[in-house]
């Protein structure tokens, strides 16, 4: 074997090797992240060519799909699971208890200008549905509110839920936080009036927790 037929085989090798290392590189860069999605080197996508592969089949068309619309949904999500823009996905709350709720009833008798405050306790996320209403159909002033009794709040502070002067009101109130939680009306009329209040939660008391009037103020 002469020096030249050695020297063609080696030169040979070398480019056999680098034609097989060449086709690799092409297929690792290039093919597959165009044609299938792969993209194990990362310069695929940085080149834009994971763009070119379509989901082989209609299943993982969808699962395409379902993948991007749950990432748009933990996204909008905080760590709670609650989105505080869309209702739907908000968090429900179950609140197990041992006891049943109470029920409670009272004929609130209201002289003109008197005035009268109720307030269930209730622990912060506890429910309560209510109902009260004039007997007679005569309308009253009445302020829905609640002033808290645990937490860090600024002194005298308390949320007003409703307001208004009307006959009857009704519905279901959940705490936001722990403390009271209730009524005051005043007799805006100019003869006696009696209230007829019924609630049913999850409060340790409902009770009558003032009771006054303005009729000085008018003298």
Do not use: C
């Not at 307030?119 to 004039?134: D, I, N």
């Not at 949320?159 to 403390?179: D, I, L, M």
């Amino acid at each position: 074997m002469t020096e030249q037929t050695i020297t063609t085989g080696a030169s040979l090798l070398k480019s056999t090797v680098a034609a097989i290392l060449l086709a690799i590189a092409l297929l690792v860069l290039v093919a597959l992240p165009a044609e299938y999605g792969i993209d194990p080197t990362g310069i695929g996508k940085a080149i834009g060519l994971t763009e070119l592969a379509p989901p082989t089949t209609e299943l993982e068309h969808h699962a395409a799909e379902s993948i991007e619309d749950h990432d748009a949904v933990a996204e909008a999500l905080d760590g709670t699971g609650v989105n505080e823009d869309d209702a739907p996905f908000r968090q429900g709350i179950a609140n197990a208890h041992e006891d049943s709720p109470l029920s409670t009833s009272f004929a609130i008798i209201l002289k003109p200008l008197d005035e009268v405050e109720y307030k269930a306790v209730l622990t912060a996320g506890e429910p309560m549905l209510y109902s009260w209403s004039v007997v007679g159909g005569e309308e009253v002033y009445f302020d829905f509110h609640g002033d808290p009794t645990k937490g860090e709040f600024p002194d005298e502070y308390f949320q007003r839920y409703e307001e208004g002067e009307v006959v009857s009101a009704k519905g279901s109130f959940t705490a936001t936080f722990t403390g009271n939680h209730g009524w005051y009306w005043l007799n805006i009329s100019e003869h006696d009036i009696t209230i007829k209040l019924e609630a049913t939660g999850y409060y340790s008391s409902l009770t009558e927790i003032y009771r006054g009037n303005q009729r000085d103020r008018y003298k």
